[in-house]
């Protein structure tokens, strides 16, 4: 695959200035993505399996197409990479994209790309008194991912400031710890720990919930934004996007193909997804997962809004949203959104 040194982007960038954009002028032919771990990630698994990034630059007219794949935990790690430009395109939760759509309007303008589907995440307890959030006390521990910022965490500031009042939008916040989704499953299992509640994205909650039968279901994030909400999207800067179109283009393209994908064959996507992050998860767990009403893989995103206007109301985002597009990218827009 062909490597864009620096000289070439200097060229490049001479060459658009003077009106002479080519395909090669404009440095077109390269993409470092930047993923999570789960099967939340499942399209763009079937992206990389299927090489569609390439098929999708070819039919634009961009023969070859360096393609980097990159796994990182954590939005705070895909932010700083992001704006440090070492990555193109990175992955989060929504929350997290939105945080850096409002810090960076007027100087980078990140936005998202796509959604990547609508997953619930369940809040799982094994103690028998929690029913409601309005269960949960002082004596109680609730794991995420990342305390206070994270899409668990904001999702249950936004129920929270609904429960208990805007003022008190973090109360959960102060009985909630950073634990990663698979320390904090075992230990709902296993229980006797302080860690008896857990917010938790798939596979997670379907391994507890068949591990053990005192852990039951407490709320979903479907039950607090309303419905079938996007999970993770993909988001980059407007500078990427502008300074590759094609590349770009290609790469939206080759996400909905691959949505195309999923729903055509679920079985076959569930292998994908075994077989490129080498899971070792039970294969018939897999397919119940891609196959669960609950789960749509998809780029078109679904309650986006609602995440943005409920944080603006709580003080997270200083910036109010108009509309889902103001913070996707408008090659999104040809598609259903909310």
């Known amino acids: 695959m062909t490597v864009l040194h620096r000289r070439d982007i200097l060229k490049a960038g001479a060459a658009a200035a ?3 954009g080519t395909v090669a002028a404009r440095a077109e032919g390269r993409i470092r993505i930047a993923q999570q771990f789960g099967i939340g990630y499942l399209l763009l698994d079937v992206v990389r399996d299927r090489k569609l990034i390439e098929k999708q630059a ?6 070859v197409v360096e ?10 790690a895909m932010n700083e990479a992001l704006l440090a430009g070492s990555l193109d395109i990175v992955s989060a939760g929504v929350p997290p994209m939105l945080t850096m759509w409002d810090r960076t309007r007027g100087r980078q303008n990140v936005k998202a790309v796509a959604a990547l589907g609508a997953l619930p995440n369940y809040l799982l307890s094994n103690n028998p008194q929690v029913r409601t959030l309005k269960d949960l006390g002082a004596r109680d521990r609730i794991a995420v991912p990342a305390a206070g910022v994270g899409f668990q965490s904001r999702v249950l ?3 929270a400031a609904r429960l208990f ?3 008190n939008f973090k109360r959960l ?10 320390d904090a499953t075992a230990a709902l299992i296993k229980g006797g720990s ?14 507890a919930l068949a591990a053990n039968p005192a852990v039951h279901k407490v709320i979903s994030s479907y039950d607090i934004l309303g419905g079938p909400a996007t999970f993770n999207v993909l988001y980059t800067t407007q500078r990427y996007r502008d300074e590759n179109r094609l590349v770009y283009k290609a790469f939206y393209n080759a996400l909905v193909e691959a949505e195309q994908i999923v729903k055509a064959d679920k079985a076959a996507a569930a292998d994908i997804f075994i077989r490129v992050q080498n899971s070792r998860l039970d294969p018939a767990l897999v397919r119940r997962i891609v196959q669960d009403p609950e789960n749509d893989f998809t780029v078109s995103p679904q309650r986006s809004q609602v995440y943005a206007d409920e944080l603006f109301k709580l003080g997270v985002l200083r910036n109010q949203a108009a509309s889902w597009k103001d913070f996707f990218f408008e090659e999104a827009w040809s598609r259903p959104g909310s």
């Open 18 to 20: 003077l009106g002479l």
């Open 157 to 159: 500031q936004i129920e």
């Open 194 to 207: 302080e860690i008896n509640t857990h917010f938790s994205s798939a596979p997670f909650y379907y391994q």
């Open 58 to 63: 070819k039919a634009l007219g961009v023969p």
């Open 67 to 76: 393609v980097e794949w990159s796994s990182i935990s954590g939005a705070t």
């Open 165 to 167: 009042g805007r003022e």
């Open 173 to 182: 916040d102060d009985i909630s710890v950073s634990l990663p989704h698979p």
